[in-house]
């Protein structure tokens, strides 16, 4: 049998101590799928001390993780300390140089340093492998860079962040505020005490332009990302949607158009048939339409200690599986130095239908002014609804208007121009609609 592959581990939270028990809980099954052993022979965190739940007495502890990655006594160094600078750059970054496979689960640290850190892996040999980054326990690393050869993509949308998705769905089923299914998931433990992070959609942002890059051979963009988050849906949006025949999501969306690529996270429409939009609760789901497959979704659970730490080990197994001098395929697909500049497109240029949303005074002339706002910006109406919505006063109304396929620029023309006009009471709500099978 060969050798041993000797596995460092920085960064024993949630996702490192699962890990390293699934190490030691699957260790026969695991030899025998990688033909050699595969061992944990160093950890390093920044408590010695803490209960980790599972026996690491047999790994020897560090207190430097750089130090650690350097060492010649590892053969893969796993990084599950999160974060894109400080520690888990400096150990990444000193793993690579030093020649050891890097496992991460890093989504911040790739989508800022992801590039420069594959470019280094390329040149030194060995592998960068991150599926725990995006969704999971999903393998939608793998299923883009390995099994779509010959395919183009023209878009790749998600649902990637498990506590948006927690709340949207409790409030459709419950009938419940914003805020209140944010203080539930909280104390589930499914929502962050600063949850900014998650609510506002950079989370979403990071795991999208890595999959953006995968998708389309482009040089990782996360700051060329247009960002909206759930924390303005109310309960007006949620049944006027279901009235309609959508359920909303928190998509990530990454699409090529003809003035160049596309990158958004919004909360989004799409039919309440579609399979995406089945995806409830912390579930991720991930779907990538191509010329010659079609529509593929993957759907999973995209968080937790069990579900990331599956992904993490699949990586560490492809690395135990893999045999010296064999040649690594690419980080994102391609060569680090054959990945194409980012060519955004602007947001104004987006084209789709809108869901648009207005709280108005109940005067004669409203209705007819707004639906002149859309004819003049070109604008073609499937409906325009006077709606009930609870709450309301004799003197307000709310209107809701679904668009036919249009540009973000004609509609915010047209808002615009309706909010210039006086009629509306209270802030106009616009949400895109998304095409989905
Ligand atoms: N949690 C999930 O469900 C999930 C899912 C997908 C991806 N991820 C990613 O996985 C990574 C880890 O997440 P997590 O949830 O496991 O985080 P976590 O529970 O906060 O654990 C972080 C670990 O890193 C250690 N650490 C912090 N600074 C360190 C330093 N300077 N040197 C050495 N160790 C250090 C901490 O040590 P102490 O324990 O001693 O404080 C802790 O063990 C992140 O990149 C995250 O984005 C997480």
Same mark, same amino acid.
């Given at each position: 049998m060969a050798e041993a592959l000797r596995v460092g581990i920085a960064g024993l939270g949630t996702v490192g101590a699962s890990v390293a028990r699934v190490l030691r809980d699957k260790a026969a099954e695991l030899t025998r799928q990688c033909g050699r052993d595969v061992i944990v022979t160093t950890v390093s965190a920044r408590d010695p001390k803490?209960?980790?739940g599972v026996d690491l007495s047999a790994a020897k502890w560090f207190d430097d993780p750089i130090k *650690?990655?350097? /060492? /010649?006594d590892i053969d893969v160094f796993v990084e599950l300390i999160g974060g894109d600078e400080g520690a888990a750059r400096a150990s990444v970054k000193a793993a690579l140089e030093a020649g050891r496979h890097v496992v991460t689960a890093n989504k911040a640290l790739l989508a800022k340093h992801g590039v420069a850190l594959a470019e280094i892996a390329e040149k030194r040999g060995v592998l960068l492998n991150y599926e725990a980054a995006v969704a999971g326990g999903i393998p939608v690393i793998k299923t883009m860079r390995e099994a779509m050869a010959g395919n183009s993509v023209t878009r790749v949308f998600g649902i990637l962040n498990g506590t948006c998705n927690y709340i949207l769905? *409790?409030?459709e089923a419950e009938g419940i505020s914003f805020d209140e299914c944010l203080k539930d998931a909280q104390r589930l433990g499914y929502a962050e005490a600063d949850p900014t992070f998650d609510i506002e959609g950079h989370d979403t942002a990071h795991?999208?332009?890595i999959l953006t890059s995968l998708a389309f051979g482009t040089r990782i963009a996360a700051n060329d990302i247009y960002m909206e988050g759930i924390?303005?849906?109310?309960?007006a949006d949620i049944r006027a949607a279901g009235d309609l025949g959508y359920r909303i999501k928190l998509l990530g969306v990454a699409q090529r158009t003809d003035s160049g690529i596309e990158q958004r996270v919004h909360p989004t429409m799409v039919p309440t048939a579609s399979v995406i939009a089945?995806?409830?609760?912390?579930t991720n789901a991930v779907a990538i339409e191509t010329d010659?497959?079609?529509?593929?979704l993957l759907s999973g659970p995209g968080a937790g200690g069990n579900a990331t730490a599956s992904a993490v080990v699949g990586d560490i197994a492809d690395i135990a599986k893999s045999r010296p001098g064999f040649q690594h395929g690419p980080v994102f697909g391609l060569p680090a130095k054959e990945l194409r500049p980012y060519k955004k497109a602007q947001m104004r240029s987006h084209a789709g239908g809108y869901f648009i949303r207005l709280t108005v005074h109940d005067r004669i002339g409203v209705f007819a002014a707004i639906a002149k706002r859309m004819a003049d910006n070109d604008i073609s109406l499937e409906s325009i609804v006077q709606h009930a919505v609870s709450g309301e006063t004799d003197a307000q109304k709310t209107v809701i208007l679904v668009t036919h396929e249009t540009t973000e620029a004609a509609v915010r023309k047209a808002v615009d121009g309706i909010t210039k006009d006086g009629h509306l009471t209270d802030k106009p709500q616009v949400i895109r609609i998304e095409r989905a099978g």
């Open positions: 803490r209960d980790r *650690r990655a350097q /060492a /010649a769905t *409790r409030m795991k999208l332009s924390s303005n849906i109310s309960q089945q995806v409830h609760g912390v010659i497959l079609g529509e593929l």
